[in-house]
């Protein structure tokens, strides 16, 4: 069974960049398209991208210029890094995957929490 | 940009009752991309249909979906305790990426 894990800082600073790590385990990493998803607390759910070990990627059109997912099939990690964050980008940030060309997502982690804040 | 909008905001039922959720496109919709997910409190998403009228692995069968063009609808026959919960539906295109909608809660 393929479990998702979410890492990275809790507090990020506005203007920096916001960067996570999802590991993966329990199935290969290069079989499955990797996306991230966030939720501002209380809200809906927001689609940031995905990218596949090929090189096949797709980033959500308003923050294309921000984002950047990465797989790292040596390592078993997905990456994300948002640049320039502001307090609108304090989320949960899920980590995601499927076999369904970056359409829909089976596997989740459990979220990261990402407040954004001087 | 397509907007998925889904209706009611919340339904109120109870434990045995059937549910008919909806999600409506602002245009026409390829039914390929169209998924549902179920999202318990403090919990991830759960994927529950994909390409509008297909179950994931491990969803029960009292899930069902349909619809094409504009107009989606996520069946649920006989609510569960666990049911009670917030119902994502979502959309992918090549150009404008995944779109959710904005969600129904099913509370008691």
């Known amino acids: 069974q393929v479990q998702l894990q979410e890492s990275g800082p809790g507090l990020v600073k506005p203007s920096e960049t916001l960067s996570l790590t999802c590991t993966v385990s329990g199935g290969s990493i290069s079989r499955y398209y990797w996306g991230w998803i966030r939720q501002s607390p209380g809200k809906g759910l927001e689609w940031l991208g995905f990218n596949h070990y090929s090189g096949t990627s797709n980033y959500n059109p308003s923050l294309k210029s921000r984002v950047t997912i990465s797989v790292d099939t040596a390592k078993n990690q997905v990456s994300l890094k948002l640049r320039s964050v502001t307090a609108a980008d304090t989320a949960v940030y899920y980590c995601?995957?499927?076999?369904?060309?970056?359409?829909?997502?089976?596997?989740w982690g459990q979220g990261a929490l990402v407040t954004v804040s001087s | 940009e397509i907007v998925l909008t889904q209706s009611p905001g919340t339904l109120s039922l109870s434990p045995g009752e059937a549910a008919a959720l909806s999600c409506r496109a602002s245009q026409t919709i390829s039914s390929n991309y169209l998924a549902w997910y179920r999202q318990e409190p403090g919990q991830s998403p759960r994927l529950l249909i994909y390409d509008t009228s297909k179950r994931a692995s491990g969803v029960p069968d009292r899930f069902t979906g349909s619809g094409s063009g504009t107009d989606f609808t996520l069946t649920i026959s006989r609510l569960e305790p666990e049911d009670f919960a917030v119902y994502f539906c979502s959309h992918y295109d090549d150009s404008l990426g995944l779109t959710f909608g904005g969600g129904t809660k099913v509370d008691i």
């Open positions: 995601a995957g499927d076999g369904g060309f970056g359409c829909w997502y089976y596997y």
